[in-house]
Every structure is written in C-alpha cells, then in structure tokens.
C-alpha cells in the first residue's frame, strides 16, 4: 500500500508529490481557542469543554518536548483517545523539520516559542461577533495584515508551508464560514467524535447567523468580515499566512473541513488559490460522516493528499490509538500534513516507520 | 576596495566568507529595554532617555515596512542621526533575507509579527537585580532554554543565522556582564555617541557590581547569574539562541562591542564557540574609542567581519548619513551583520548597490 494516497485532481497531485520530494518545509501551527467550543456536545479535543483553553498550547509544547507542560498527561478526548499532536510530533521529530507556533488567540499560553501577531482569543459564534466586536473592526484588519507578513518571511526561508492548526471548536465554526461564503457545507464537515453532531452544530451556526444579521452567502465577498461575525482567530491568521506564503512556495493546508474553509477564504480574498493544496489523514478521506472533497470542489479543483496511517495494527498497553480506525479524532495539530511531509523529505521515512515512532511515543507518554 | 574586511583570524574569516557565498541566512532580531538606558548619558538610542521604551519595537517596523508605526517619523539620536536600521532595512530588502523579530523583553510591542520566549524588560543594573529579580531565578532560566529551542528550530532551516540586537543601553550592560565574567573590559566597549562617555559607563557599573555584591570574574562560572544580576534581557535570548543553533550551522553575532559579551556567555556556558563569528561595521573596527578584537580574543579567537560601507561620499539633502563617519551611532540592529550577509548572498549586490539603496530608502523617509 502506499504511503500517500490521492483524493482529488490526480494529474496536480501525482505532479505535486514528485515536486516536493526531498525539499525542506517549514512546519506551521496557528493555534487560538474559542468559546464556541465550551458549548456543550461540541468538541472532543478535551475531556471536558472547560478545558479545551489548554488544549492548542499543550498541542504544541507535545511538539516541542514529547510531552505537555501546561497540563499533566495529553489532551485527549472524553474517552481518553490522545490528540493528534502525538503523530505531528512522531513526523517533525523524524524527519527533523523546523518547527513555528502562531498565537492567533490563547488564553493560556504555551511554554514554548511562539510568533505573536496581535490575535485575541474568540467568542462564542451565536453572539454573532465572533472575532473582534464591531468597534474593533480595525484589529481584524491588522492581525490579518501581520499574518501575511509573516507569510512572505517564513516564503523566503522555506521551500514549501505545512499549515496545521488547533483550536477546538474549529469544525462549527469552519461550517459557519462556509456558510457565510455560499459554500453548501450542511452536513459535510468533520467530528472528532465518531458520531459527528451535526444537528448541534447546524443549531448553534443557525443561531450564529441570526445574531450576526446574515443569511447564506451573503458575506462571499467580505471574507474578514465573515470570521469577525461567525469565525475563529485562527482562521484570520491562517488564511493571511497562506496568502503572504502562496506567491512565492506551495502552501499545504494540514487538517480536514476546516481547511476547506481557509480555502475559501483564500478565493474570497485575493481570487486565487494556486499553489494551494490540502494535506490530511485517510481516516478523513474515508469519514462516510464528512465530506472534504465536496467541500473543496466547489472552491477549486486542488490537489489533496492524505497519509495513509493504519493504527489497526499497533500494539500497544492500551486501546487509544486503535480508536482512530474507529472515527475518533480523525485529524488536527497537522497531523496527516506532518506525516506526509516527512514520508515526502527522506526516503528512509515510509507509514511503517512512522507507524513505530508514533507507538514509541505513546508508551512514553503512558508509562 | 574590499566589500568585507577581515578584522581577526585572517585564515578563518578567509574560509568562512567563502563557505558563506549564496547561502541562505536567517535574519534574527532580539529586542528588548532596559531601564539602564534611562541613566542620564548613557544612550544615543533615542533623542531622550524616556523615549528608549520605542526605539527597539520602531526599529523592527522599520525593518518590514520601510517606515515606524509605533513613533513618527524613525528613532533618531539626540542630534538628529538616524537608526542603523535603516541600513539592516536596506541590506534585507535587497538580498530578500527572512527576518524574524525575537521579544526579549519590551514595555511597548512593535506591529510586526514577533517570537516570544517569555522574556519581561529589565531593571537598572544599579539595582543589582537587572534581569528577573531572586524571587523569579528560574524565570530567567525558562526563558534561556525556550531561546535554546528557538535557535535549533532557526537551525533547521537556515544556512546560518545572523543575529541583530536592539536594546538602547546594551554597550553599558555588556561592560557589567563581561567584568562580572572576568573579562578586562573597562575602557574597551563603544558607544552610538562619537565621545564615548566611559566614566560614566564605568561608575554605573561600579553601583550595579556594589548592589550585587560581585567582584570581577566572580560570576564566570554562573553567566545567567551574570545576566540576572547586572545584565540585560537581550543577553539571555541572544546566548541561548546562539548556542540551539551554532550546533548545526554557522552564527553570526551581528553587531559590535554587546557581541563580545555574547561571545563570553556562550564560552562560560557551554565551554566551547565553535560555528561563532562576528559580524560587524567598519566604524566599530575603526573605533578608537573601544576594542573589539582586544575582547573577542580574551575568549576565543573567532572571525570578525566588518562591512566596509563608507557614507563619505553620500549626498542627501541632509547630513544624517554622513555622521556615522564621524563616528556617530556605528552600528545596531545588526547593521553590518546584514551588510556582510546580503553582500554574499548574491554576487550583484555589493557596497555600491547597498549604499545606493541605503541613500533611498533614506530620502524616502526625510522627504
């Protein structure tokens, strides 16, 4: 089986694959919280919603150290299922790829490096002023502006942009944007629970919408204005690095439906999405609960890779990561766009020895 | 005339510049304050002592837009004379060099997109508590080793790193750390001032050694005591940067006499410089008002570069530029470091076309 299977355009994608082998990325993770992720039944990256503020910045001290910081253990879901930061590591560390942490919006933040560019963390969507309130209006403006600049600075340095994220809540409030945009998004974005609420987050994006004043699609050509209404911090600093990376180095978005929608605030902003391609899991491709591929088609024709993971067959003390081949977590922290840049930069890195770090890993952490 | 002029181990400096030629340099920043810079005649780095607070956050901005956001118009000294960011801005722009900013420790932060370690501004060293006072000693240590992170994560993607500094009142904390190490110092650091003001350098930090109940060279083996006792919060960043990526690429420490102390804390920290060198301006190894090499070679003999840009002959509409050949300002914000840098980047580029572009940029901003 391969290391890298392809889930849309496979003449861009095949291309893409050869392109990349061998070069240097630069590994990113924008990372924020929101409170739309402390509504109930919402989010499973963390035991309990009230602790989903600590779950992007112990993501990313996992990155940096092989354990958290901020917290004792991992973050993992209310059934004990650890995040997705344990493969990103597994692969960064391998393939000893550098490594940069944005705040787009914390409350807690992490015991590592981490790039400021003036985000705030996020309210609940259903105020209807999500990201920044109306008087505020310019401080959107200015950490998207930030944002892009950073964009060009990591361009000239790497030889292509791995973008993943975290930030817990991030499907809902990706599903409002894609709304907001015209995007038919209705039951096609992802869960990190097997059993993708749906009906909880079309009820809290129709809520969203009403408090914002909005109906679908009315705001396809005022993208910024989409996140501050019904958004998250990380989708303004995400979509800004991309567009200041994108001229220059191919930029892969590195998560699931989320990533749709910074695709679509991409188009919306500068309409153009070239050098734009998704990296994921194949535990997302093959989710009969989502739909990424609908999603982006109806943006643009992108290549998008998946690692092709299967935890089915590690054995290990306990059951955690067995669950992913159950639908649990799926994707986040960039974890199938770590994988396969890794795969992609040594060819001495395949699943299997991907697969072995990844369990050494885990016991690390649970013994 | 040569573009870079070799100031010390001429066989190293010979070989370094030809391994440097073409690559692809990362260019770092730390900034930060110190409330040192506010002792009456201490600092040129700023019109008046009470506006230090900005001069390092306004000369990053100047460095990614060509123009301050923080202040109006761009720091000057208190005779009009303006930053040496003005030439790291120029150097930069031309050669396309990736810029990051590191906050070290800043009472007001610049609109650009920054790194933060955890670093807070620094007290007068006359307190004897300059950087994170007893109660917070492992503070200084948290900082230290997210720097040391920061630095092997640069590694990774750059051919070598060169590391610029803002910190108005940094020539005069330099002198305090490098005696608190045990270096013959006194008389021997320069000045952005063309009298280099040394008795007052040297009373101050006679009152800060009092306060810390020192002695010269009795903290040589505790260089973060050094640092926390009579030190600034750039010193902590800037060594532990160095030393996460002198390990696998080559570190230029840009700037003048404050690099020198650079150099002795990495050498009491981990007892070796290999991977080190200097890079500096003209002015600095011309300066007869201070030592440079006499420093440098007290703890290793490494490379110094100096970039051999001459404003002699430029002729603005005004006298700013021409100053610094009389021995104002020199250098900062790693002014040579990037001269030297962008020089051997690419081959088109040398001191004629820096100069050119440095003449520009400045009527821009006086016009």
Redesign the interface.
């Known amino acids: 089986m391969e290391d890298i299977l392809i889930a849309n355009n496979k003449k861009k994608s095949s291309e893409l694959i050869e392109e990349l082998r061998g070069l240097?990325p630069?590994f990113e993770c924008t990372i924020a919280t929101t409170q739309t992720a402390k509504i109930q039944g919402i989010s499973a990256a963390g035991a309990y919603p009230e602790i989903t503020d600590y779950t992007p910045p112990a993501d990313v001290e996992l990155l940096?150290y092989g354990k958290c910081k901020c917290i004792s253990g991992v973050p993992v879901t209310p059934d004990g299922i650890p995040t997705p930061a344990l493969i990103t590591r597994s692969a960064l560390e391998l393939a000893?790829?550098?490594?940069?942490v944005?705040?787009a919006g914390l409350n807690i933040?992490p015991?590592?490096?981490?790039?400021?560019?003036?985000g705030k963390s996020g309210e609940s969507i259903v105020t209807g002023k999500a990201v920044s309130s109306d008087r505020e209006a310019s401080e959107i403006k200015?950490v998207f502006e930030?944002?892009v600049?950073?964009g060009k600075?990591?361009a000239?340095?790497?030889d292509y942009l791995v973008m993943g994220e975290s930030i817990p809540g991030g499907t809902t409030t990706a599903l409002a944007v894609l709304l907001a945009l015209g995007i038919d998004a209705e039951g096609k974005v992802s869960s990190s629970m097997p059993n993708n609420p749906h009906d909880i987050k079309i009820d809290t994006v129709n809520k969203a919408m009403k408090s914002a004043q909005i109906t679908k699609g009315a705001l396809k050509d005022s993208p910024l204005s989409a996140i501050s209404k019904v958004g998250d911090p990380m989708q303004v600093v995400h979509t800004g690095i991309a567009i200041g990376a994108k001229d220059k180095i191919p930029v892969m978005l590195a998560g699931g439906t989320q990533m749709a929608a910074i695709l679509a605030l991409i188009d919306a902003t500068v309409s153009n999405t070239d050098n734009i391609f998704i990296g994921t899991t194949k535990w997302i491709i093959e989710d009969k609960t989502s739909d990424l591929k609908g999603l982006v088609n109806q943006i643009a024709d992108i290549p998008i890779l998946a690692a092709n993971l299967d935890f089915s067959a590690i054995s290990t003390s306990n059951q955690g990561l067995q669950k992913y081949e159950e639908g649990t977590v799926k994707e986040g922290v960039g974890a199938g766009g770590a994988s396969i840049a890794a795969m992609l930069r040594k060819g001495e890195i395949n699943k299997e020895v991907l697969l072995k770090r990844i369990k050494q890993n885990y016991e690390k952490l649970i013994n």
Chains 1, 2 share one sequence.
Do not use: C, D, W
């Not at 000893?96 to 940069?100: A, C, G, N, Q, R």
């Open positions: 240097t630069i940096f000893e790829i550098s490594t940069f944005v705040n933040k015991y590592v490096p981490f790039m400021e560019v003036g200015e930030r944002s600049l950073l600075e990591l000239k340095t790497a």
